[in-house]
């Protein structure tokens, strides 16, 4: 297996609560071999407030030199880092699951600043839809007496062509048949 080089720091895709931030996560990623991100996730460091009202968490989805696709997430107020290290201690988001005949499929699935993509992939039913309401019973209270939502990252390889976004509570029907790709 060839070690990869781990200079290029590559945002797919960031979302600040109901908010897709990933232009201005781009901008706080610090230039170095290799290049990394840190800062404390708040409304005035992102730039805008993701979800009025409500703490938030942030998703990021990157990767390394074009490498597997992999997920960090944090509350509002506490630190997101991403540098090498970080790969080591999180396994990749990724695994051999079928996507639809354009090759569509679940990248990566985070509940509040939980990551969520095993259990979002074992709900996908045998038509390639996912049915049910977002919800604690499902997913765990991962952040206590806080409104979460549901990212739910689709697309191909490195490539994500769509972000659904979910509240809590919140009824999730997703045909993985139909996505049209919106980034």
């Not at 996560?25 to 730039?47: A, D, H, Q, R, W």
């Not at 490498?67 to 107020?77: C, Q």
């Not at 095993?118 to 952040?143: A, E, P």
């Not at 206590?144 to 509240?167: D, H, Q, W």
Request: net charge neutral; with cysteine; aromatic share 10%.
């Amino acid at each position: 297996m060839q070690e990869q080089n781990l200079g290029k720091l590559n945002i797919l895709v960031a979302v600040y609560g109901l908010k897709i931030i990933t232009n201005h996560v781009y901008n706080l990623v610090i230039s170095g071999t290799p290049e990394t991100l840190s800062f404390v996730v708040n409304n005035k460091i992102i730039g805008t407030d993701g979800w009025v009202g409500q703490r938030k968490s942030l998703t990021i989805m990157y990767n390394y030199d074009g490498g597997d696709p992999r997920i960090a997430t944090a509350r509002e107020g506490d630190i997101l880092t991403i540098n090498p290290d970080t790969l080591r201690k999180f396994p990749p988001t990724l695994d051999e699951t079928p996507s639809d005949k354009r090759g569509i499929s679940v990248l990566a699935a985070s509940y509040g600043p939980d990551d969520v993509t095993y259990k979002i992939k074992r709900m996908i039913s045998s038509y390639n839809t996912l049915s049910f309401t977002v919800n604690n019973t499902l997913f765990g209270d991962t952040w206590y007496g806080v409104a979460k939502t549901l990212l739910i990252f689709l697309g191909s390889g490195n490539k994500v062509r769509a972000v659904e976004i979910f509240t809590e509570r919140e009824p999730c029907y997703l045909d993985l048949n139909e996505v049209i790709p919106l980034i």
